[in-house]
């Protein structure tokens, strides 16, 4: 069988690692009061250099001032497709005081290069770029077709890659391989995300004469102790998965009242809570909905002036890819070839963009990256050069081993 191992001297690195620095420095931080200084910025100069390197390229605001980034290179024959995903989006740099370097400054001190985004996920996307360039310039003939998606917020409720979906790209798509922060780990599940907006009522009231109200407080707190049993009913019920450890249900936005100002000697009306629920293999969302609303039964059969709601506002089940499919074993391929090392079994923590492509389509999935899976989102974050390399040389021989049957 023919080896493609040689396709990995295609991949520039010095290009690839000034291309990160560059992307990196175009800030990409959501800002919903600023038109044009969220995604497209960095959006365009991506189409722009693609373009010029010879790739059949299409830009597509999903809503104004957020475009996604859809690029093909294509094989003289036809064949299966396979599609890299990583986004442009990042997340906000936070506390200045908290960075030691410039968040947007791309600086490189030894080995690694510093800044928002440099693994979740610019350098990432970087790397996808400059291993489909790779493919280009070896002259190497493949079947079918490489697919680049570079859709806006990944961070977000992932607005890009549901429009990329439902604008019809991932139709034909065989495969696809996330480009996320995941120390080139090869993962093949990711854990499932349920949002929620929990709501309790009450009546305002002085706080000296709480008995004239109905104080929300009290309900809010009865329902996260008995979510934090259901959290533990399903740790005992499941165990530790092997990947990707233990499921959750997590509060995490609290304020009350839920409108206007808050004062020490007044009793709310309203509570509102927010919800971060993460799943694994063997849960059904539907099923763990249920489960919170016979809380609320239970609770308001033991409380004549219990009054709550639950809102799902954001719904991601769980993925799974086999060790047997075809993009898991070219992938283990690639990544034993690169790093002359047996590649490392993982799972993804969060939710990525390929949940919905897993979800809506039907497409196995492989989340794959360098940058540390526990750097992102902080202060300082990074990515090690030589890995980021070995990134691009791996989705480089991914993508000839997937679409030329050679594994």
């Known amino acids: ?48 250099y693609l373009r010029q390197e010879g790739f059949e390229v299409h830009i597509e605001n999903v809503v104004p001032g957020r475009p996604n980034v859809i690029a093909f290179l294509r094989g003289k024959e036809p064949g299966k497709t396979i599609l890299f995903e990583g986004h442009t ?58 697919l680049l998606c570079i859709p806006c917020d990944e961070e977000g ?66 329902i996260i102790c008995e979510l934090e049993k259901l959290e533990q009913a399903e740790k005992d019920r499941l165990g530790c998965h092997e990947y990707l450890k233990w499921p959750s249900i997590t509060p995490t936005i609290i304020t009350s009242p839920a409108k206007g100002e808050a004062q020490i000697n007044v009793v709310p009306g309203e509570a509102f809570m927010t919800l971060d629920i993460r799943t694994v293999p063997g849960q059904n969302h539907n099923e763990l909905k249920q489960r919170i609303l016979e809380i609320y039964e239970k609770l308001g059969a033991a409380d004549p002036d219990f009054r709550a709601t639950l809102k799902i506002i954001e719904e991601r089940p769980w993925t799974s890819t086999p060790k047997d499919a075809v993009i898991t074993k070219v992938v283990y391929k690639a990544v034993e070839e690169v790093t002359g090392k047996k590649p490392v079994w993982q799972g993804v923590p969060g939710a990525t963009d390929g949940t919905f492509l897993h979800a809506l389509k039907g497409i196995p999935v492989i989340v794959i990256g360098a940058g540390d899976t526990y750097i992102p989102h902080h202060a300082d974050e990074y990515v090690d050069i030589p890995e980021l390399i070995e990134t691009a040389k791996i989705y480089a021989l991914t993508s000839m081993y997937f679409l030329n049957d050679a594994f």
């Open 157 to 222: 409720m992932m607005i890009g890659i549901k429009d990329f979906i439902r604008r019809g790209w991932a139709d034909h798509v065989d495969a696809a391989v996330i480009c996320e922060p995941e120390e080139n780990h090869i993962c093949i599940f990711s854990k499932g995300a349920m949002r929620a907006e929990v709501r309790v009522y009450g009546k305002q009231s002085h706080g000296a004469m709480p008995l004239t109200g109905i104080n929300p407080n009290w309900r809010l707190a009865k």
């Open 89 to 146: 989006d990042v997340v906000t740099a936070g506390d200045m005081d908290q960075w030691n370097y410039d968040p947007f400054g791309a600086e490189i001190v030894g080995d690694r290069m510093y800044g928002r985004g440099t693994c979740d996920t610019k350098g990432n996307v970087a790397a996808a770029i400059f291993a489909a360039k790779a493919v280009k310039d070896s002259g190497e003939e493949f079947k079918g077709n490489i």
């Open 1 to 48: 069988m023919k080896s493609y191992k040689h396709i990995a001297d295609y991949v520039k690195s010095d290009e690839l690692i000034q291309f990160t620095q560059e992307i990196v420095r175009i800030k990409s931080v959501f800002d919903p009061e600023k038109f044009g200084a969220n995604e497209e910025a960095v959006a365009n100069y991506i189409a722009n």
